[in-house]
């Protein structure tokens, strides 16, 4: 009688402690805890305060048509990932083709260009070796010391300076002896400057820099577009030691042409790919794991689909989060999504990269797991207290 009630009692012990570590948010309880606050993050993050970074607790914000209206009404054009420390790119630097034609910079020239300067009556000027000659044969190259030699004019400086600059020149030193000289300056062959396309494109290499200004668009048409792994909105532009961020992506959907930045000597155009570009579903989901986005486009909804939808035996709908940590202040988005209707919300409700989406696990579940987890040593102490020694008469000993 003793025995029995020891075993009870045991038993009621045992019971009490499970109550006792699911009350106190035990371990007892495997996977992820669901919030104790349902109000604020239970985790301080890191906040942008002023120029200094701060742990706070983030407040959790329903998703509503109201919240929805504010996004739409408060969306503007990307203006950068935070992905790396390119700065983004702006009207004044570096310099964009902008509605003043002035502003288009003329081409100059520099060593290994090769022009053509032709007098007009005077032959053995223009091709004194014969005229069975391309043009580069008998065009004139500037020198790697920049200058250009000329017949009765000699040696002159070249590098820096314009065609335009160059023919005032070379007509005022002729005019000493060819009376009303008519001359031009044409450019034959542009060698002298280059940009480096790299990257995301079909054809990555080196693109010469010519008199027609080039973009960046320019320059990735000019290697063959982008490749289908491209992230059009990652576009780095690299000059003189500082690397600028180009959102072609911006272009194409807001028309912010401002984007499409002149380039010069030197520059690097390296196209990302879009790996970064990844949200993330986890907790309760047929398939949970990551998600390339096609183009920084999706929404809630199709990153639930297309990780199967969540799973209709442990989830809990009326808790699907949404975390946001790649901005200055880190956001916590919630959705109710017990009606079904409730899901053209979530297909309004547009993702960023690096989003977390995770649901939650339905409160039933999370007793039966612990229930699973606790009944085979329950099971083991039931056997034991059971068995029979016979060593010792068949008593425990």
């Known amino acids: 009688m003793k025995l029995s009630f020891a075993r009870h009692d045991g038993s009621r012990r045992l019971l009490v402690c499970v109550a006792a570590s699911l009350l106190a948010g035990c371990t007892l309880i495997p996977g992820n805890q669901n919030y104790g606050n349902r109000e604020e993050s239970d985790v301080r993050l890191p906040v942008q305060q002023g120029d200094l970074l701060a742990p706070a607790n983030i407040k959790i914000r329903p998703i509503t048509a109201e919240l929805i209206i504010d996004m739409f009404q408060a969306a503007r054009p990307p203006i950068g990932d935070g992905t790396s420390s390119a700065k983004v790119a702006a009207k004044d630097s570096p310099r964009f083709i902008g509605d003043n034609p002035a502003s288009v910079p003329e081409y100059r020239l520099g060593p290994g260009d090769i022009i053509s300067i032709i007098v007009w009556d005077h032959p053995e000027l223009t091709i004194p070796a014969g005229s069975f000659r391309t043009a580069e044969q008998a065009g004139t190259v500037v020198a790697e010391d920049g200058t250009i030699f000329y017949p009765y004019v000699g040696v002159i400086k070249a590098q820096g300076k314009t065609t335009r600059e160059l023919r005032a020149i070379l007509s005022d030193k002729l005019a000493k002896y060819i009376e009303r000289v008519q001359l031009d300056v044409r450019m034959v062959a542009f060698r002298s400057q280059q940009v480096y396309v790299v990257g995301e494109v079909a054809k990555p290499g080196i693109q010469q820099v010519t008199d027609i200004p080039m973009t960046v668009l320019d320059a990735v048409n000019r290697a063959g577009g982008f490749t289908p792994e491209a992230d059009f909105s990652r576009v780095l532009l690299t000059r003189r030691g500082t ?63 297309d990780a199967g939808y969540i799973n209709q035996s442990t989830a809990d709908p009326r808790w699907i989060y949404v975390m946001r940590g790649n901005t200055d202040t880190p956001e916590l988005f919630h959705l109710d ?15 960023r990269p690096r989003d977390v989406i995770y649901v939650d696990t339905a409160p039933v579940v999370r007793w039966q797991r612990v229930i699973a987890n606790i009944l085979p040593t329950a099971t083991m102490l039931d056997v034991t207290s059971r068995t029979q020694y016979p060593l010792f008469g068949g008593r425990q000993p």
């Open 243 to 305: 690397t600028y961020l180009v959102d072609i992506q911006a272009m194409y959907d807001y028309g912010a042409s401002e984007q499409n930045a002149l380039l010069e000597q030197g520059d690097i155009v390296n196209v990302a790919d879009r790996s970064y570009n990844k949200v993330f579903v986890l907790g309760e989901v047929t398939k949970p794991g990551s998600l390339v986005m096609n183009r920084k486009r999706s929404t809630l909804a199709e990153a639930l689909s």
């Open 337 to 351: 999504s017990r009606l079904p209707d409730a899901l053209l919300l979530a297909d309004r409700f547009p993702l």
